[in-house]
């Protein structure tokens, strides 16, 4: 039996990386003191999971930004607008990082390329572009140089490569008349000679991620799939090849896995445990199999018991020579240490494991599968079964009340009492709104000053109430603007939230949160996801105060302003113990009292924004159904339990719903806002298409760029938005709320759309006229 891990966390537990790239960008450090900061942090990562046992450690896991662009880089797929920047500055680390986020210098400006999640993780990777006919060649020596500096530290390190298939297909093809897989045939001598010179300095096993294994492929893909390690095997005897795959199982493409010639092949047990005795039953003699026992996506400690019986159950099965005990994924995606936190509870931090616990877990596996006697890995044992108890019976995560009203929820409930023809005429009658009218998503710029506001009042710098006034000064200031430009629906500004879920996960119990628990989501950005550790309730309201407050200061109609229950749940980490639908309805019920509360404090309108519901969607097409039902039940059960007269919002910032667009139908949100500006209202058409029957405001200015639109722009999209759906269903507002924009661009900008909206509603008022 061996041990290895998929690949480790690289922005260090106090986020190392981050600053040192972020000082870096800014010209605060040199170039050979970014790489040294980088180097350190290899060496650090590879001790840390040698001196716990690990049999191979990874390399080439480690990246400045992502190893998506990292192997871009490596096998030149190099778009050409940066070749000038490669003739300005013969430096591959620029050139690395003007892909990754543009470039204006030198009197250049040439945009990045894109970005788009990594599979249903919150990490994003950089895009490839593909071309017809496109060539490549071995252009960076990272993964050589990667092994080497591990062979330095003592270490025959596992070089984690994505593989070619998986490769192509996280690419992009930007121009017709082609299909990317047709590059296998070219990309493929430049893997032939990144392996030649690997095996040169040594290197005895690779591990291709082969992530689409565990998805629904073509038969194309597939083709390609055999083609490429027939070709790879057939070049190299002797090098042993680990295809790893997982955050699914490999289901119906399991016969394919397992003819690939491959020395290893990894599953995934955490997210489909299911799969292990079909793979039992059809592994090849001369095959041995990857057990992703220790799970990489999520914060709990490991549960021995349970994952001994997989392994013993594969080493009866294969002999346990030729199993391989490991994470179920790359650690990328937990944070870095559990040591560091001083200040979790107790009893909840001996429920957890990040990275560096993990691949502690992964040696205790394998120690304890082997029947070891030694005292120390018995006690961790005892320890680990310890821990699994008092979590299932702690109090700090039962709450039966919980429990009970989430069994008690029935179909009323997750109903408005009438259905959206009724309910719209007594929101009309309620709230005498225009028609196209006016609001905004719900946040407005968090200058410094808001910022530096709740840094001083989290280190008690400012007492309760000078922050609440300072807060309501900028409230005030930001409805008293709405008003004086003529907003129709105003909303209060968010100034007192620091996130849309963090902010609500501090004030609901059963949700905790860790100090540096960061991860990778893109770049140098990291985010912290708050730990859904127990049953979820509501001791108080949460918003009704800031709501109130703003509804108190004018005559106009204020918007309430909640995360949705599946945002919530989609950015954090959630408990394992329960089904995710069950947790999800917790929260719903929580958002639902929220909602009661604003509505009994006189609050006409609420938003619940649901931007995660689509993100959410599971990796196989045939979950799909199974959760968007829960999904979409969980926003009707949090939204439902107003009256007619009360209009319910959604929001959604993500574009192409047209595979999802009958379940966005079926939230039964009286009107949902959309990110639409950058598509042109292309989006629309599923929504024209569909007939969709409730009101939909289509974001008319980009929010994510500092330029400001004209009113003519809006104006041309909101006839293009008026030519597909009736007017009397459309709201005018941007695509997103606007705390990352300044205020200069936000006036402006709001202006413009007002005066736009005006002119749009004018106009059609002067033809109904003409019509009669
Ligand atoms: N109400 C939130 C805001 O305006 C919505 C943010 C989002 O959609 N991501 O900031
Ligand atoms: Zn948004």
Redesign the pocket.
Known sequence: MQTHNLGYPRIGSKRELKKACEQYWSGKIKLHELLEIGKKLCIQNWNIQKQAGIDLVPCNDFSYYDQVLDMTLTVGAIPKRYNQIAVKSNNEQDLYFAMARGYQKNGLDITAMEMTKWFDTNYHYIVPEFYKDQEFQLFSNKILNEFEGAKQTGINAKPVIIGLVSYLLLGKEKEEGFNKLDLAKNLLPVYIEILKKLEQQGAEYIQFDEPFLALDLSDKAKETFRFVYKEIRAKFPKLKFIIATYFDGLKDNLSLATSLQADVLHIDLVRNPEQLEEVLATIPNNLSLSLGVVDGRNIWKNNFEKSLKLIEKAAETLGSERIFIASSCSLLHSPCDLDVETQLNSEIKNWLAFAKQKVEEVVALKELASGTTDETFLNIYTENKNAATSRNNSSLIHNNSVKQRVNAINEKDTRRKNSFNIRKNEQHKALKLPLFPTTT???FPQTKEVRSWRAKFKKGELTTVEYDNLLKEETKRTIKWQEDIGIDVLVHG?FERND?VEYFGEQLEGITFTKYGWVQSYGSRCVKPPIIFGDVSRPKPMTVYWSQYAQSITQKLVKG?LTGPVTILQWSFVRDDQPRSVTCNQIALAIRDEVADLEKAGIKII?I?E?AIREGLPLRKADWQNYLQWAVRAFRISSSGVNDEIQIHT?M?YSEFNDVIHNIADMDADVITIECSRSQMELLDAFAEFKYPNEIGPGVYDIHSPRVPSKEEMVHLLEKAQAVIPANQLWVNPD????TRHWEETEKALKAMVEASKQVANSLTKKELVNQ
């Open positions: 998503i719900g946040s968010e849309m302003m938003q924004d931007p929001h910032c997103c709320g606007l705390k």
